[in-house]
């Protein structure tokens, strides 16, 4: 093939592949779109302040999803108050006080697997330990422990990637001044790598939020609004798992997942946003 | 003293996630010994009401489910991460890469309603069948994997040394060809490694599938059929199993856990070995 | 910074007061997803008579249920189902019977089964519609998972002996069945009658339409006892609640709502 021909045939073919990938990401932001605004059109009309204020009757039919957003509320904080401390902590433990190791990488390498074990399988497990051994019955508690387990790994995966990316030379100086290993962390360490940190936390918020199968058989799936670490409560995603699979109410289903969309991109997106400000500024 | 502190902390985070790994392995290998290895990763009939534990067809379902969301998210993937590395104007790669997260925060049930209001009824009608099906899983699944398998790609191709490509062009290839021979090899490792915790997180969503799949419990014979995959099966089952049966579901989980560990391993060892 | 440990370790130790309460401060109502909808109407009618006991009603199918009370994880079990020998050693009381009605798309030419033709569709021996006068199209088969109630009784009503195809779509409700066959014009399955709505129709079993009359003379043969179960005999609020259920006032609601009279009041 002539030098010409050759240089024609290549750059119809880099054209082929523009369209090709062009195609590919048009069309996953179309998906993307179309999931999102179909859920939003559909759902915001049905948000009002009775829905958010109002608790479900007639199985979900009519009133609202009060007691949903307040279960959602309290198991996820009873999932990141257990995890982020103990996982913070181990974070700190493996990447301050140990050398590395065979020990830690085997731990290290555990934690990744536990990591991406599916949320069902931790539902399980909750259904079983929490609700039944240890006897807390479908419950708040039982759903925030389960959660709490099944955050934990990511929480110390995070949390350690941020640590060790601080900077070995903040520590040297911060010791030659004087400062106790716990001085060197509290003060130097953690602010910076708080970020990192809060990140992950932040992550695992979403992932707390939206989790169904980890929650319906541990928290349970009862209407009433909780009324204490006890009382089984159900969270907007199960709410909206049973609506939809079960047809009870098109209308309240689109609504509780627009609230969820809506609640998760906060999260995930303005919440980031104002970490990643705020740390950045307070240093 | 601190340290004492942190090791508790940390003595209880491994023996609390310990925890879980015996007590998953002592609840479910008992049945193994029982039915038998074989017969229960092999056996064809699931019909605990009858004593019979065969996981086999909610293998095959796994498996195709995954592989059918692999094969239709991998390619879709890698286009989208070339498109925010290499041809996407700055403002778009702002505002595709928030997209990709939030595509990623949209919980599974949500995916899984979608899936039931949109995809199952296109294949009920112009493909036959109840829609419930392989292939309505594997649809959303690959867009659920998307984010996984776009993030981690384009971080390797970022990863490359902007010689390699300056030095591809400046020896005359141009913009897709330096892609296509020199980037795309170059980040294979990465690739590899996002196409294999693609796959892990399509192997172990549930609720998504639950509400597609149509949860037969028969080998399926075509990708129309309605299949039950593992996870679907514990979470199917779950809220009434007891005795031997919820030992079969821990069983499963083991399957699960052990799948999942050597798809870590492996993307592991791959992305190790540049 | 050095306060925020102490401040977790706070916020821990009160969420955990909250926990100071007893366990079970309502009565927990788990079990059939047929039940289901009857009993929280009796516990929405029990919330004005007696509104300092709370009830709380959970789905999960028969045999969850009847787990659940076994584990103590309920107080009372929902069963659409007669118990099995292992079960019978637990209190429980048919408060009510139900019709199993078999429900198909509407626009389905279809209209009518006998007992066998019913069995041979679930049993995949019958697999066209064209074989039973409609059209040309296989039957897509569906049912419950295998611990329902609704799902034990009818292969107790109907099957006699032959397996469900293991080829059937598994739905984990009454709900779910409904929505799907109200959306797939090939499919057949089988709910509550209670549940039935406007989305399916009713097929008529031998000639006998399925509704409550036909039920109450027993002319419609696919009725199922609804029960309600605890471990050990009622107590406390769990036995106020269920003797609210039985009491002329509870039997009326539950017949206004559709359902026929047990065999046990």
Redo the contacts between chains.
């Keep these: 093939m002539g030098l010409n021909a050759k240089n024609k045939k ?2 119809s ?2 054209r082929a ?2 369209i ?3 195609s ?2 048009v ?3 179309a ?2 779109f179309f ?2 605004v ?2 939003l059109v559909k759902g915001l009309p049905v948000v009002s302040i009775g829905f958010l204020t109002e608790i479900p009757s007639n199985m979900g039919r009519s009133g609202g999803i009060s007691s949903t957003i307040v279960g959602t509320v309290l198991i996820t904080l009873v999932a990141v108050a257990i995890a982020a ?3 913070i ?2 974070a ?3 990447a ?2 140990t050398r590395e190791s065979i020990v830690t990488r085997i ?1 290290r ?6 990591a ?10 909750g ?3 929490f609700v039944i051994y240890l006897g807390f019955g479908y419950s708040v508690l039982s759903g925030g422990l389960t959660l709490a ?1 099944m955050i ?2 990511t929480i ?1 995966r995070t949390s350690e990637e941020a640590i060790k990316t601080v900077p070995n030379i903040y520590r040297e100086v911060s010791m030659s001044l004087g400062a106790s ?2 001085q060197t ?1 509290y003060k130097v360490v953690f602010p910076s790598a708080l970020r990192g940190i809060a990140n992950g936390i932040v992550l695992s918020i ?1 992932r707390s ?5 980890a929650v319906i ?1 541990t928290a349970g799936s009862v209407l009433r609004m909780p009324s204490s670490m006890f009382s089984s409560s159900r969270t907007m ?1 199960v709410h ?2 049973i609506l ?2 079960e047809g009870i109410s098109m209308e309240n ?1 689109f609504g509780t ?1 627009a609230l ?2 809506i609640l ?2 906060f ?3 303005v919440v980031n946003m104002l970490v990643n400000r705020f740390i950045a500024k307070g240093r | ?3 004492y ?6 003595l ?3 023996s ?2 310990a925890l ?2 015996i ?2 392995i002592s ?1 479910g290998a008992p049945i193994i010994g029982e039915v038998g290895f074989f017969d229960f990763v092999f056996g064809m ?6 004593g019979e534990y065969g996981i086999f ?1 909610m293998i095959v379902g796994s498996v195709t489910v995954t592989l059918g969301a692999a094969a239709l998210g991998v ?2 993937g890698i ?2 991460s ?3 590395t290499e ?2 104007p700055a403002a778009l790669r702002n505002f ?1 890469r ?6 990623a ?10 899936g ?1 209001i949109f995809i199952v ?1 296109l294949i ?1 009608e112009y493909l036959g ?4 099906s392989i292939l309505a899983g594997a649809v959303i699944l690959a ?1 659920m994997i ?1 984010p996984t398998v776009i993030s981690i790609t384009e971080v390797s191709i970022l990863a490359l040394p902007p010689e390699y490509k300056a030095g591809a062009m400046a020896l005359g290839l ?4 330096a ?2 021979t020199v980037l795309l090899p170059a980040a294979k490792s990465g690739i590899v490694a996002a196409v294999i915790l693609g796959i ?1 997180r399509a ?5 998504a599938v ?2 597609v799949l ?5 080998l399926p014979q075509s990708i129309l ?2 299949v ?1 995959t593992l ?1 679907t099966n ?9 005795g031997t049966q ?1 030992q079969a ?2 069983a499963t ?1 083991i399957v ?2 052990a799948v ?2 050597l ?3 492996a993307a ?1 060892f791959i992305t190790r070995k540049k | 910074m050095k306060k925020i440990l102490p401040l977790i370790f706070t916020a821990l130790a009160v969420i955990f007061a909250g926990c100071a309460k007893e366990h079970h401060e309502a009565v927990i109502v788990a079990g059939s997803t047929s039940v289901q909808p009857y009993a929280e109407v009796l516990a929405e009618a029990f919330a004005h008579i007696r509104p300092d006991i709370l009830v709380d009603i959970q789905g ?5 249920g ?2 659940a009370v ?1 584990t103590s994880v309920a107080d009372i079990g929902m069963s659409s189902r007669l118990l099995k020998d292992s079960e019978k050693w637990m209190w429980h009381v048919e408060f009510a019977r139900d019709g199993l009605a078999i429900i198909l798309h509407p626009d389905n030419p279809v209209e009518n089964f006998t007992i066998e033709q019913l069995r041979g569709i679930y049993a995949a021996e019958i697999t066209n519609w064209k074989d039973l006068g409609g059209k040309d199209a ?1 039957i ?1 088969v569906i049912t419950r ?3 329902s109630g609704t799902r034990a009784a009818f292969e107790e009503l109907v099957m006699d002996g032959k ?1 469900i ?8 409700s009454n709900g779910a069945v409904r929505q ?1 066959v109200s ?2 014009k ?2 057949i399955g089988f709910i509550s009658l209670g549940l039935v709505d406007r989305t399916v129709k009713a097929a008529s079993l031998g000639g006998v339409a399925a509704s409550r009359e036909n039920i109450t003379d027993e002319s419609y043969s696919l009725y199922r006892p609804f029960l309600f179960i605890t471990n050990g005999a009622p107590e406390g609020d769990a036995k106020i609640f269920i003797d609210f259920a039985l009491s002329p006032e509870g039997q009326r609601i539950l017949s206004l709502e559709g359902l026929v009279e047990g065999m046990n009041p």
């Excluded at chain 1, 991406?116 to 497990?125: A, D, E, Q, T």
């Excluded at chain 2, 928030?98 to 595509?103: D, E, H, R, T």
């Excluded at chain 2, 149509?214 to 028969?218: D, K, Q, R, T, Y």
Aim: with cysteine; hydrophobic share 55%; proline share 6%.
């Design positions: 290549a750059r073919k880099e592949a523009k090709l990938i062009w590919a990401a069309s996953v932001m998906v993307l999931i999102v179909y859920i401390p103990f996982g902590g181990t700190f433990y493996l301050e006080y731990i390498f555990c934690a990744e697997s536990l991406g074990i599916p949320s069902i399988v931790y539902g399980l497990f259904f079983i330990f387990f934990l790994p110390i290993k716990w962390i979403g939020i939206a989790e169904t199968a058989y995603a909206f798992f939809a699979s289903a997942a969820l969309v998760i991109f999260i995930n997106v | 003293m601190s340290k502190v942190f090791f508790i902390l940390a209880s985070s491994i609390a996630l879980i790994t007590f998953i609840r009939t699931w019909a605990p009401g009858r067809p390619p879709i286009c989208c070339i498109f925010m041809f996407a595709f928030p997209a990709i997260q939030l595509l925060g949209i919980p599974s049930v949500v995916y899984g309603f979608w039931l009824p009920r069948g109840p829609g419930l867009i998307l141009n913009h897709w060809q892609i296509k892990g192997i172990g969503e549930t609720m639950i509400m149509g949860n037969a419990v028969a059929d309605p039950r996870t514990i979470g199917i089952e779950m809220g009434y199993a007891s919820s579901l821990f989980g699960l856990f999942i560990m798809l870590n391993a592991q | 999960g199918g028969s045999s969850a009847i787990m076994d296989r897509h998972e295998e611990g397996f195809t293991p080829r059937a779509i598994v739905q984990a799907l959306n797939d090939n499919s």
